[in-house]
């Protein structure tokens, strides 16, 4: 699970708990201490899934962390790279820029274009 699976759940689970507890209350046919009773067995087991949760994203985020800046180095590597292969095909482009400029005035200046 990725953290922001793992934290939407989280919230969604929090706020389902709170409607569901708001709605027990509301429509409960039942006495006020059976309501605080089950308020408190469902309270229980939210936490107790909240616990598991919060265990489970604190045990994955060491690897999410990782996983994430071994992209971000291979991302950037990979950037370098494209980056060393624009610059040499540049820099070889120029070149035979040069030596064809250098050609063609050494052409012009052998031609009668050119008075000493």
Same mark, same amino acid.
């Given at each position: 699970?990725?953290? *922001?699976?793992?934290?939407? &759940?989280?919230?969604?689970?929090?706020?389902?708990?709170?409607?569901? @507890?708001?709605?027990?209350?509301?429509?409960?046919? #039942?006495?006020?201490?059976?309501? $605080? /009773? #089950?308020?408190? +067995?469902?309270? +229980?087991? &939210?936490?107790?899934? /909240?616990? =598991?949760? =919060?265990?489970?994203?604190?045990?994955? @985020?060491?690897? @999410? !962390?990782? %996983?994430? =800046?071994? #992209?971000?180095?291979?991302?950037?590597? %990979? @950037?370098? +790279? #494209?980056? *060393?292969?624009?610059?040499?095909?540049?820099?070889?482009? !120029? +070149? %035979?820029?040069?030596?064809?400029? $250098?050609?063609? &005035? /050494?052409? &012009?200046?052998?031609? %009668?274009?050119? *008075?000493?």
């Amino acid at each position: 699970m990725d953290n *922001k699976s793992g934290l939407s &759940f989280m919230c969604g689970m929090l706020c389902g708990a709170t409607v569901g @507890a708001v709605l027990a209350l509301l429509f409960a046919p #039942q006495s006020g201490e059976e309501t $605080r /009773a #089950q308020l408190k +067995e469902t309270g +229980e087991k &939210f936490y107790k899934d /909240a616990e =598991v949760k =919060v265990k489970e994203f604190a045990e994955n @985020a060491p690897k @999410a !962390i990782n %996983d994430a =800046v071994e #992209q971000g180095k291979k991302a950037i590597n %990979d @950037a370098v +790279e #494209q980056g *060393k292969k624009v610059i040499e095909d540049s820099k070889k482009n !120029i +070149e %035979d820029g040069i030596s064809k400029t $250098r050609e063609r &005035f /050494a052409e &012009f200046k052998k031609s %009668d274009n050119v *008075k000493n």
